[in-house]
């Protein structure tokens, strides 16, 4: 069985002690729909028995009234998923729910271990047998063969094995336990709604965005190596690695999150507008309009607009509908599988200057053909400007990148890249100025890897990391 390297985009929810917990996990899982679309799932629990429901596909399609009425219980984890497509999407679609000498558990995971498949080849060497192919199954592995006698404590110990991009929410039969790892890679927040079954509710999830939609108050982040246990006994909070440098994800502020969420305490509306700003004091263009690239560029472009005084129009508009698959008509449309997301606007483009704002180029194809949808919509000139520095290394930690000899930054120059994509000139941000424009400071510390190639961890898959020998080429 192939092992699934470090392609999980997630977002994870939790519930403690509501008579609804099944139905807020999904209105949860649906609002962090965006950090995952291929698989959703969610596990709930009455204190006896474990319900789980998995299933491929959007979470709004996935848990219908019937599925939901059969989530029973007030304590509830659910997880949505971006993976590798084939026959191991649904077999990896968390949680992971198993039933082991600590009794019974249900685990979610965002974020991506490096030494899984280390911690995997001994444990199977010693007798242990894997049913996914995914990096989380090895937590539940390591729980169970814990010599710790409670579960708080041997999911302690196994949280000490484990190296890497971790955001969990656990599921026993009385208590949900939320975990970040120490360097605090991803998000995780808590929340409380007034009015429990016994007391409050207590709410986990990847994004406060998720916090809005389930009337739930943002109280506080899940802390870097810190595991937060709520049970009958109230919440109590311990640290189970010392302390570490924290690497929080900058992408998570340059285009994963919500911009209506607040994630490492601070909020990525506020992050993406200063990209934006400062893309315009770093890299001013003389052009007549401020056009971003839905969504992702959207909160970027209205600083870029606000800082340089070049009003911002809405020139390409996105298709919010578009499924996994279309059938194409057979006289191929040119850029067909943008087209299908993005269609320019004429009468806002023809004859004008443009400045285009993006998040990033990562492979460059979608920019190149977002650029040529532009020209010929009738734009006299186009320049186009990055929310960030140029993406010259694979994420290991829960971001699917491809590898480096994909990643065009990795094997072009600037002049390289913007001949390529055809561009009458293009710009990076800094990486100071993303630091700064993200709120970097002694409190807070990003990692910024996909951008340095400095990882904070060591193992790091040396194939992946290698560089093109050929240029690349569409
Ligand atoms: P390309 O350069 O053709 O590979 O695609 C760049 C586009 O992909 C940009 O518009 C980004 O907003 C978007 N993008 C960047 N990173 C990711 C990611 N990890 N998952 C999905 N889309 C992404």
Redesign the pocket.
């Known amino acids: 069985m192939a092992f699934d390297k470090f392609k999980d985009?997630c977002g994870v929810a939790a519930i403690y002690s509501n008579p609804e917990a099944g139905k807020l996990a999904y209105l949860g899982l649906h609002a962090l729909q965006h950090r995952g679309q291929e698989s959703a799932g969610i596990v709930s629990t009455d204190g006896v028995t474990m319900y789980a429901h998995r299933s491929m596909g959007l979470v709004v399609d996935i848990f219908s009234e019937d599925v939901l009425e059969k989530l029973k219980g007030t304590l509830a984890i659910g997880h949505t998923r971006y993976s590798t497509t084939g026959d191991s999407a649904l077999l990896n679609a968390q949680p992971i729910m198993v039933d082991c000498n600590k009794g019974m558990i249900a685990l979610a995971h965002n974020g991506n271990l490096v030494n899984a498949q280390l911690i995997r080849s001994r444990l199977e060497a010693q007798g242990s047998i894997f049913q996914t192919t995914s990096d989380t199954e090895v937590i539940v592995h390591l729980v169970a063969q814990s010599r710790e006698q409670t579960l708080p404590e041997a999911i302690a110990d196994a949280l000490r094995r484990i190296e890497g991009a971790f955001s969990l929410v656990i599921m026993s039969r009385d208590r949900v336990f939320a975990v970040r790892d120490p360097r605090g890679f991803r998000p995780l927040s808590m929340g409380r709604i007034a009015g429990g079954v016994r007391k409050d509710t207590i709410v986990f999830a990847s994004e406060t965005c998720a916090f809005d939609l389930i009337g739930a108050t943002y109280e506080r982040d899940v802390n870097p190596g810190e595991m937060l246990v709520v049970g009958p006994e109230g919440i109590y909070s311990r640290y189970f690695a010392s302390q570490t440098a924290q690497s929080s994800c900058i992408f998570e502020h340059v285009?994963f999150s919500r911009p209506d969420s607040v994630i490492f305490g601070r909020s990525v509306a506020e992050s993406r507008e200063k990209l934006g700003r400062q893309l315009a004091v770093e890299a001013p263009a003389e052009a007549d309009l401020v056009v971003p690239?839905p969504d992702?560029g959207v909160a970027a472009a209205m600083g870029y607009a606000a800082e340089s005084g070049i009003p911002l129009r809405m020139g390409l508009i996105r298709n919010h509908y578009v499924g996994r698959t279309f059938i194409e008509p057979e006289q191929r449309v040119r850029d067909f599988g943008v087209r299908l997301k993005l269609n320019p606007v004429r009468s806002v483009l023809a004859g004008q200057r443009v400045v285009l704002i993006?998040?990033?180029?990562?492979?460059?194809?979608?920019?190149r053909k977002i650029v040529r949808m532009v020209r010929d919509a009738g734009a006299r000139e186009v320049h186009l400007r990055i929310s960030c520095p140029p993406t010259i290394s694979p994420c290991f930690y829960g971001?699917?990148?491809p590898s480096k000899k994909q990643l065009i930054a990795a094997n072009k120059s600037v002049e390289e890249i913007r001949e390529y994509i055809d561009a009458d000139s293009l710009a990076y941000l800094s990486l100071e100025g993303m630091k700064q424009a993200c709120g970097e400071s002694e409190s807070l510390t990003y990692c910024t890897a996909c951008y340095t190639g400095k990882y904070p961890t060591a193992f790091v898959d040396v194939e992946e990391i290698k560089p093109a020998e050929e240029p690349v080429r569409e």
Not at 358 to 367: A, K, M, P
Request: no cysteine; charged share 30%.
């Open positions: 985009e285009y690239v992702s993006d998040d990033s180029i990562v492979r460059g194809t979608t920019s971001v699917d990148t």
